[in-house]
């Protein structure tokens, strides 16, 4: 199946860094690849919404000079984070969505930041 | 508004059937989804339903009615590895996930 590899697995930044989230298509091109939050017990909560070649889309409330996105190539995304701060700690997951599909089923494996 | 319902936690015990519910209440349908995730883990997909009906995929099943605006999801033959919380998504008119904030569910021996 589809693989979705989202690298750093876990990263622990000192406040006021930035840290680079990368989210990588290895068997498939995404169009079209999403961000999300997860806090502790909480839903998936949609930061942005990344289509190759353009801006992101980002939601309502998600700061989008500090959220910064990046897809360059179908099977590239990346988000920074800029001047982290300890509220910024949070489950980070990317998801894609391959080229000529409308369903979204692809996962990467998330990114556990803890800023301290 | 958009919005999607689901229980917060159930319990069932190893080796039983357990069922899933989720409601919603979506601008469009383009298909729900449900997703597996462990603690700390991202999600897993699991199935996708667009039709009204059954689909089952080994021990798991998912339903949907659409006129009802009701799926489930149905655990068969329950393991302890199945203590996960399941995720009700759905996709709206514009092809965006809607999410339910999903339901624990606690296995015991």
């Known amino acids: 199946g589809a693989v979705v590899s989202q690298h750093p697995s876990w990263v622990i930044c000192k406040s006021g860094t930035s840290v680079k989230i990368e989210c990588r298509s290895l068997d498939f091109q995404a169009t079209t690849m999403f961000w999300y939050r997860q806090f502790p017990k909480q839903s998936l909560m949609l930061m942005a919404t990344s289509n190759e070649g353009s801006k992101a889309t980002y939601e309502q409330g998600v700061e989008k000079d500090k959220f910064l996105i990046n897809h360059a190539s179908l099977t590239l995304s990346t988000l920074t984070v800029t001047s982290a701060h300890p509220e910024d700690s949070s489950f980070y997951i990317c998801?894609?969505?391959?080229?000529?599909?409308?369903?979204?089923?692809?996962f990467g494996q998330g990114t556990r930041l803890t800023v301290v | 508004g958009q919005n999607i319902d689901q229980p917060t936690e159930m319990t069932a015990t190893e080796g039983a059937i357990v069922q899933i519910n989720c409601t919603y209440q979506?601008?469009?349908?383009?298909?729900l989804f449900w997703y597996q995730q462990h603690a700390g883990e991202a999600p897993t997909f699991l199935s996708y339903?667009?039709l009204d009906g059954l689909e089952e995929k080994g021990r798991f099943s998912s339903f949907l009615s659409r006129s009802k605006g009701y799926s489930y999801l149905l655990l068969k033959e329950l393991q302890m590895k199945d203590s996960a919380s399941y995720l009700c998504a759905v996709m709206d008119s514009n092809y965006q996930l809607i999410w339910g904030a999903g339901t624990k569910l606690i296995i015991k021996p």
């Open positions: 339903n667009v």
């Open positions: 979506t601008s469009g349908f383009n298909g």
């Open positions: 998801s894609a969505r391959a080229y000529g599909s409308d369903t979204e089923a692809f």
